[in-house]
């Protein structure tokens, strides 16, 4: 049964750090695309980072140079660190896997990210509250 349990998440000020982690079970973590992704309200969910199967790690260009993602295949665990933390980016934070992401989302930047359709798991999400 494939499981994506994430952690972490709490009330913090704003300029503050937090990380997530997303422990996963039941399928191929280390050669996945795993993401996190976010959500406000009943807003669509909105990718955040990635790391694909290749390893390429991806940012949405409103946390570029403030978050990092990262994965542990040892521990089956995806990380996401956040500093510089802004009111803005208060959200429910969803991790998500796929066996390969095949839908992507490209950024002004450069940058891509999956596309929420793309993913095949998902969490149930741990919330992120940003106080100014």
């Known amino acids: 049964q494939v499981q994506l349990v994430e952690s972490g998440g709490g009330s913090v000020e704003a300029g503050g750090s937090l990380k997530l982690s997303c422990a996963a079970s039941?399928?191929?973590?280390?050669?996945?695309?795993v993401a996190w992704f976010r959500q406000v309200g009943g807003a669509e969910r909105e990718g955040v980072a990635v790391v694909d199967s290749d390893g390429y790690t991806g940012y949405a260009d409103f946390v570029k140079g403030r978050f990092t993602v990262s994965k542990d295949n040892t521990k089956n665990t995806l990380y996401l660190q956040m500093n510089s933390l802004k009111p803005e980016d208060t959200a429910m934070y969803y991790c998500?896997?796929?066996?390969?992401?095949?839908?992507?989302?490209?950024?002004?930047?450069?940058?891509?990210?999956?596309?929420?359709?793309?993913?095949?798991?998902w969490g149930n999400g741990t919330l992120v509250t940003i106080s100014s």
């Open positions: 998500a896997a796929a066996g390969r992401c095949i839908l992507w989302n490209q950024y002004a930047s450069g940058s891509r990210l999956p596309d929420y359709y793309g993913m095949d798991y």
């Open positions: 039941g399928f191929g973590f280390s050669t996945s695309c």
